[in-house]
């Protein structure tokens, strides 16, 4: 398992993630992705659109706004309910999560009896704080645990001189349920159905140095699994549900298994409304995480909404007739934890060389083309004569800099599977020399022969 730091440190080097607004001494939980962290953000997003949007009968997709009406806050219960546990060291006035200071203290000392620290209020969190001594982390005094709002508020200029106020939105699960109506009443789904979307979620995280695992602005993947639970039983939806997630997860993404575990929320925890809820977590190097969370979230963000706004959200079953707010299941991923979990997996320290053991579909390039020498225009126009005719059908990186050696390495650090050179004997043969990235084997293939070669491969 790879350090965070060995992470960080690859994904700079290589144009993956770098720290955002660097040049002016970086800003703390923003981070912008590079020339292949974009290609693998693209792909991750693209094969979760693919498994669960395009290649259901029973899924659609959606667009909302990031700014919605504030309203829609306020019945989701975001307003009042979308907090963190914030402490302050009482020196420095830098600011804490309650709970994480709380985690990190239990986790030193193992011999504590069990604690779930997210069933804790913040009057508990307090006595704890008391009880263990707990200080910051540069070992000074801690301010009693106060609510700290997550939700970025902004204001709207719609009429001149006059400001509204507004948010950016903390999930992008709540645009899914204020156009239920507009769905139904201009699609042909009918129950059970979801709904999907990816987009930008923002949140006032107080927590520094988890990378792109926590950042004030990222991307979720949402889905609303909207059934009639009257005709659907909803235990066997969750299970199906984790099952999916799962299989993408291991499948699609190919992260091992023994890396991945499910954690069932404690009924203290739970939100009010959902009457089960289970988190995917995966096993970073800063501990087991939340990736993946699916919730049964019962009638509840319907009614609220039909509530709030005045408008009948009900359901009509157009065999029946009958009206009722549908139930719904909600899996709920970030992208970005995906992106930082695929590099954690995939990441291979060797004596030699670092490299990433990305599947195919996931590279951010799949096969690299050289020319041996870039002073021999001979080699040169045959290896950019492959380079295009590959391009049409794979991700194709061009590199003429350095030793073949270095240019390998370079390669293997950015996850290419393939290294293609073309050297002078493949100007007599019609042949090149192919590179498999993990087994770093060598093999001679006719270049008429190389399309259906990459497209062969696994
Ligand atoms: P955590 O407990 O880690 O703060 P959460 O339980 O608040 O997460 P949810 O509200 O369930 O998270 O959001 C759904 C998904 O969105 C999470 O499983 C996670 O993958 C992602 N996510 C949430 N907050 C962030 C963040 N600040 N940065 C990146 N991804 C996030």
């Not at 988890?210 to 990222?218: A, D, K, L, P």
Request: aromatic letters at 12%.
């Amino acid at each position: 398992m790879p350090k965070l730091e060995e992470i960080v440190a690859l994904c700079k080097r290589r144009g993956f993630v770098y720290p955002s607004s660097e040049i002016y001494g970086g800003l703390a939980n923003a981070y912008d992705y590079g020339p292949l962290g974009v290609e693998l953000l693209r792909k991750i997003k693209e094969l979760w659109w693919k498994r669960f949007i395009s290649q259901r009968a029973d899924m659609v997709g959606l667009d909302s706004q990031i700014i919605l009406h504030p309203k829609t806050w306020e019945a989701s219960g975001h307003v009042t309910a979308f907090f963190d546990p914030l402490v302050e060291d009482k020196i420095s006035h830098q600011r804490y999560r309650a709970d994480h200071l709380l985690e990190a203290w239990l986790q030193k000392h193992p011999q504590t009896p069990a604690i779930v620290v997210e069933d804790l209020s913040l009057e508990e969190m307090q006595q704890l704080i008391k009880k263990f001594k707990i200080k910051s982390p540069q070992g000074n005094e801690l301010t009693e645990p106060k609510k700290f709002d997550l939700l970025f508020e902004t204001s709207l200029g719609i009429i001149a001189g006059q400001k509204s106020s507004a948010y950016l939105r903390g999930e992008t699960a709540q645009g899914i349920f204020s156009n239920f109506k507009q769905i139904t009443d201009s699609t042909r789904v009918k129950l059970p159905f979801g709904v999907g979307q990816i987009g930008k979620s923002f949140r006032n995280e107080i927590t520094t140095g988890q990378f792109v695992f926590r950042t004030f602005e990222f991307e979720q993947a949402e889905i609303e699994y909207f059934f009639d639970p009257e005709q659907s039983n909803w235990q066997k939806l969750l299970k199906t549900w984790q099952q999916q997630m799962w299989d993408f997860v291991t499948k699609d993404l190919g992260v091992r298994a023994e890396n991945l575990r499910w954690r069932r929320h404690t009924d203290k925890e739970r939100s009010h409304y959902s009457q089960d809820t289970y988190d995917l977590e995966y096993h970073f190097s800063f501990g087991w995480k939340e990736l993946w969370g699916v919730a049964y979230r019962t009638d509840y963000d319907l009614k609220q909404h039909q509530k709030f706004s005045g408008v009948n959200l009900n359901y009509k079953d157009p065999q029946t007739n009958r009206e009722f707010i549908p139930h719904v299941i909600e899996p709920a991923v970030g992208i970005n934890r995906l992106f930082l979990m695929i590099l954690t997996d995939s990441y291979r320290q060797e004596p030699e060389r670092i490299s990433l053991k990305l599947p195919q579909a996931l590279a951010p390039y799949q096969i690299a083309v050289f020319p041996l020498l870039a002073n021999k225009p001979e080699l040169v126009s045959k290896a950019k004569q492959i380079y295009t005719e590959l391009q049409s059908d794979f991700t194709v990186y061009w590199d003429d800099r350095g030793n073949i050696g270095k240019r390998y390495r370079y390669q293997d650090e950015m996850g290419t599977p393939f290294c293609v050179t073309v050297d002078f004997d493949s100007l007599e043969d019609q042949a090149v020399t192919v590179r498999e990235r993990d087994s770093m084997k060598q093999e001679r293939i006719a270049i008429s022969k190389l399309k259906s070669y990459f497209q062969k491969q696994p």
